[in-house]
């Protein structure tokens, strides 16, 4: 069974750094790239980028190019997503999902972040 | 703002045909790229419903279709059930901005 399993909520403040994380588990981690989607409080999804987790290659979507990191570590099929200085419009729900055939067939149960002074 | 644009709201009672449209332009729909929907039931993550345009994942029941034509894409609900409130979103590469987006969201409530 395919799993995508999100590291658990975080209360921040502004400025703080953090990295949130998605392991996967029942299928082959390197073989397929991972997505990452932003929804703030109330809102829609917004796609932030890709990464694949076999050579870490990275695709991220304008709006959040220099915002956010993406990386993984393929030897324990886990796939992260960091920000460096955290800022209240950062507060969302993210989600990590597998990409197969240019849609997103498993999703993450989602991570909230909360930055707040 | 989405390149894909969705009505915020569409309703209907139960047993009733609903459809939502996904609105896009020929740097994305029009251009050949694929449209996908999800379901977001409330307080969940979203979940695959059509794939490839018009392709229906394992489990999902047969009343939910997907088409495409020129630069939009539409979803339906036929026989509308209390279960199928929900959010649901379009998805679609767009060559102008390199990447993949999702429509801007359409609520569907059953009445």
């Known amino acids: 069974e395919v799993q995508l399993v999100q590291s658990g909520a975080e209360v921040k403040k502004p400025g703080e750094s953090l990295k949130i994380s998605c392991k996967g588990s029942g299928y082959s981690f390197t073989s397929n790239w991972i997505g990452w989607v932003r929804q703030m409080p109330g809102k829609g999804l917004e796609w932030m980028g890709i990464?694949?987790?076999?050579?870490?290659?990275?695709r991220y979507s304008p709006s959040f190019q220099g915002q956010v990191t993406m990386s993984a570590d393929k030897s324990i099929s886990t796939a992260y997503l960091q920000w460096s200085s955290l800022k209240a419009s950062d507060t969302a729900v993210y989600y990590c999902?597998?990409?197969?055939?240019?849609?997103?067939?498993?999703w993450g149960q989602g991570t909230l972040v909360t930055v707040s002074s | 703002q989405s390149v894909l644009t969705q009505p915020p709201s569409v309703s209907g009672a139960p047993g009733q045909r609903v459809t939502i449209s996904c609105t896009g332009s020929s740097s994305n729909i029009g251009a050949g790229y694929e449209v996908h929907w999800y379901q977001q039931l409330p307080g969940t993550a979203p979940k695959l419903l059509i794939h490839g345009n018009s392709n229906r994942p394992s489990g999902v029941p047969d009343r939910f279709s997907g088409s495409k034509s020129g630069t939009s894409a539409s979803l339906a609900i036929i026989g509308l059930q209390a279960e199928d409130e929900a959010d649901y979103y379009c998805?679609?590469?767009?060559?102008?901005?390199?990447?993949?987006?999702f429509g801007t969201g359409t609520k569907v409530t059953v009445l």
């Open positions: 998805q679609s590469y767009d060559s102008s901005l390199s990447g993949d987006v």
């Open positions: 990464i694949f987790p076999g050579d870490s290659d990275t």
């Open positions: 999902a597998r990409l197969s055939s240019a849609s997103l067939d498993f």
